[in-house]
């Protein structure tokens, strides 16, 4: 069954770091993109980053310089999300996504709380 399978969420306090993984499925194939959206509570889902799989990565202006969005290059379908300087606004759950000619496959989402 294709699918993407995010982990590594939890909760940390102001200024922590957190390392979310997406792994994708091995049957998932002709991915074109990969990202990471996340999801506050009462707002719409938003984008966070993307990687293309020549590794060339977008971030949302929020994020960027604190986040860093990485391919395993040791593990195929294997993509990373480095948060750090995390912010109480950054609380969200947080989804990935992969991108293929045929169609997006989204994971389960993790929840992301960044509270004292």
């Known amino acids: 069954q294709e699918q993407a399978v995010e982990s590594g969420g939890g909760l940390v306090q102001p200024g922590g770091s957190l390392r979310l993984s997406c792994v994708g499925s091995?049957?998932?194939?002709?991915?074109?993109?990969m990202g990471w959206y996340r999801q506050r509570p009462g707002a719409q889902r938003e984008f966070i980053a993307s990687i293309s799989p020549r590794g060339a990565t977008t971030y949302a202006d929020d994020v960027k310089g604190r986040f860093t969005l990485s391919k395993d290059n040791a593990a195929t379908k294997t993509w990373y999300l480095q948060m750090d300087s995390l912010k109480p606004e950054d609380t969200a759950v947080y989804y990935c996504?992969?991108?293929?000619?045929?169609?997006?496959?989204w994971g389960q989402g993790t929840q992301v709380t960044v509270s004292s």
């Open positions: 996504k992969i991108a293929t000619w045929g169609q997006d496959y």
């Open positions: 091995q049957k998932i194939w002709a991915i074109t993109d």
